[in-house]
């Protein structure tokens, strides 16, 4: 431990690095320096911009925690002045790649963004460099500011000033999407907890998909970080999300990257990601394949007159058939459920008020509008929560010409059963 008043001690202060190419800052016996995380584009397979932080020797030249810097800092009431040094040590370290293009990313203190002429100073930094101020990207931790007013009004000054705002550590404690509303940053990182419960939890990993879409179409851009795998990596892909970062890309640095280092990466990812997926259709087509043919004979029997229990007898033997109903061509229900002659789960016991559906619509559900859509045709839909049981389910249908006029015939099938057996 150092101590807090060290003889000859000097505030922080900006300091040339080895032959003046790389700045430094000296602070309380430590040497402060920045590296430079790439983030990369998915679809450009190149980066697109740095995440900066810091990094500190000791005296004796062993690396040690940045944390202890600010730390120290925080004793001494230096905090705030600690923290632009930071920020002027990332800017001139950035500046020095010589990059026309590329975002520097910077992590904001939330006591940094309170302060009113916080953003002048910044602004007034990039200018001694001639910076533009869209070149920033100024991280904002999800939990800073609260709900206030205020806090908002200083993220949207920033904003009106050419930074970019991300809104840093989505997903974390007790995010809200209300958040994401009210700031309107322009980018979202995704807090890394959610990419790590997504790796234990396939039914984590099965809605993050919807996350990043409703992110999308709420107008802001997702970055995933912490991608420490090809596991991770491709979980992020099939997420659909715009950015990248992590050590499986590239290790933070003092120097900037090589332009097109990612490229093959990014290529070998997405082959990598192709078979993934094509794997698990293969999969998922022969787990339901009895299914399908189960259906296909059971429209059959019911083009011939028979009637819905008798035409589905067969469907609801196999094991993970939840139940067979039966739509008319405006997607009403037609009687009630048919039920496989197992005894009711508990779950099941617990959804009751649910479970009986004779005369309901089901116009808007997708196995309706496409088997609607190509008569004759078993159409499966993805895993989706189940209004009956609330449990995931895939939903096999198929459109019949009958007797009584155009009806579909469906069968929805236990998905966490049949998943958790795989």
Not at 240 to 258: I, K, M, R
Request: glycine letters at 8%; charged letters at 20%.
């Amino acid at each position: 431990m150092i101590d807090l008043d060290p003889p000859g001690f000097q505030p922080p202060r900006p300091m040339a690095g080895d032959a003046g190419l790389r700045r430094t800052v000296l602070y309380g016996g430590y040497t402060v320096f920045s590296v430079f995380a790439p983030v990369f584009s998915v679809s450009h397979r190149r980066a697109i911009g740095y995440h900066a932080s810091l990094r500190a020797h000791d005296e004796q030249g062993r690396q040690v925690p940045s944390h202890e810097v600010f730390t120290q800092a925080a004793r001494r009431g230096d905090l705030l002045e600690m923290g632009r040094l930071a920020e002027s040590l990332h800017l001139g370290n950035f500046h020095a790649f010589d990059s026309r293009d590329e975002w520097l990313f910077l992590s904001l203190h939330p006591a940094a963004l309170m302060d009113t002429s916080y953003g002048d100073a910044l602004l007034a930094g990039l200018k001694a460099l001639g910076l533009m101020p869209q070149r920033v990207v100024l991280e904002v931790p999800e939990q800073a500011g609260g709900e206030t007013t205020r806090f908002a009004e200083i993220i949207d000054a920033l904003r009106k000033s050419g930074f970019l705002i991300s809104l840093d550590g989505f997903g974390a404690k007790h995010s809200n999407i209300d958040r994401v509303w009210n700031l309107r940053p322009d980018i979202v990182t995704l807090d890394r907890c959610i990419l790590a419960q997504a790796s234990q939890h396939a039914h984590i990993e099965r809605v993050l998909p919807g996350l990043v879409s409703l992110l999308h179409e709420s107008g802001q851009l997702v970055l995933m970080g912490g991608l420490a795998n090809e596991r991770d990596a491709l979980i992020a892909l099939e997420c659909n999300v715009d950015f990248v970062q992590g050590t499986y890309f590239a290790a933070p640095s003092t120097e900037p990257l090589q332009a097109q280092a990612a490229a093959s990466l990014m290529d070998n990812l997405s082959a990598a990601l192709r078979e993934r997926v094509a794997a698990r259709n293969w999969a998922q087509a022969t787990r339901l394949a009895p299914y399908v043919t189960a259906l296909e004979q059971a429209s059959e029997q019911r083009a011939a007159g028979a009637s819905l229990t008798h035409a589905s007898a067969a469907l609801l033997t196999l094991s993970d058939t939840a139940r067979c109903f039966l739509l008319d061509h405006t997607g009403r229900q037609i009687g009630d459920n048919v039920l496989p002659l197992r005894r009711t789960s508990l779950r099941a016991r617990r959804f009751r008020p649910l479970l009986h559906s004779e005369g309901a619509s089901w116009a808007r559900r997708p196995y309706f509008i496409e088997a609607m859509r190509t008569p004759g045709q078993v159409h499966l839909t993805p895993p989706y929560l189940s209004i009956n049981e609330a449990h995931l389910c895939i939903t096999a249908s198929i459109a019949v010409e009958t007797g009584q006029g155009m009806q579909v015939l469906c069968a929805d099938i236990n998905w966490d059963a049949a998943a958790h057996r795989v």
